[in-house]
């Protein structure tokens, strides 16, 4: 079992609908969760950061953690072309060591 | 405000041959992480310092990778001899010392081709 799991895809979403990604994981005490987004040929960027259970929002993210489940999400509403991109889970675990899922390609269909 | 610096921004060498790479981090930056990101797949870490010291090197692949940051600052990744399975991005990021937002800020890589 990998450490931190995501669906690879491509999820392909119209443009202005919500875009659902979802991620588990395995270390049941980790506390830190984060969203990030790679374009193609690109570098990751930290886009969202959860820390309790619950859900958070910025803008037409929102993020939502359930820890009993194991499991982080991130729910992009009113989703644009400019959305479509890798999105990558990473989770701070125990050992204080920051572990990357493969990453979700999401496409948005104008 | 500066962001990550990597050099070169691509490299292609025949296997057995060696390559460095160079990353100047954000100013102010202690920690320091060298990742490699095969085609398809997340980062995997090689190498996290803090400011010169090693802090976690578990997945560094010892017998070709090595990597230094003398002063502090820059660091140098470094593979030799290398592999066709070598053939990735090696990205460099940087974080404040002790942050556990986990926002780390990433340079353009470097994409290294094996042949």
């Known amino acids: 079992q990998k450490e931190v799991e995501q669906n690879s895809g491509p999820l392909s979403v119209p443009e202005g609908a919500i875009a659902s990604l979802n991620c588990t994981y395995s270390?049941?005490?980790?506390?830190?969760f984060f969203w990030y987004r790679q374009y193609s040929g690109k570098s990751p960027e930290l886009i969202m950061s959860?820390?309790s259970n619950g859900d958070k929002e910025d803008g037409r993210f929102t993020a939502q953690l359930n820890k009993a489940s194991q499991y982080v999400s991130l729910l992009i509403r009113d989703s644009q072309p400019s959305d479509s991109a890798t999105y990558l889970c990473a989770v701070r675990n125990s050992n204080y060591q920051l572990i990357w899922g493969a990453g979700t390609k999401l496409i948005i269909k104008p | 405000e500066a962001g990550v610096a990597q050099s070169p921004r691509y490299k292609i060498i025949e296997k057995r041959q060696s390559v460095a790479f160079w990353c100047n981090p954000i100013?102010?930056?202690?920690?320091l992480y060298w990742y490699q990101q095969i085609l398809g797949q997340g980062p995997k870490l090689l190498i996290q310092?803090?400011?010169?010291?090693?802090?976690?090197d578990s997945q560094l692949p010892k017998d070709r990778f090595s990597a230094e940051r003398l002063k502090g600052v820059d660091s140098t990744l470094k593979i030799q001899p290398a592999k066709l399975e070598d053939s990735a991005v090696y990205l460099c990021a940087s974080s404040l010392a002790g942050s556990n937002t986990g926002e780390l800020f990433f340079g353009e890589g470097s994409r290294l081709t094996v042949l």
């Open positions: 100013s102010g930056h202690a920690t």
């Open positions: 270390d049941r005490v980790s506390q830190s």
């Open positions: 959860i820390y």
């Open positions: 310092f803090q400011n010169n010291g090693v802090v976690d």
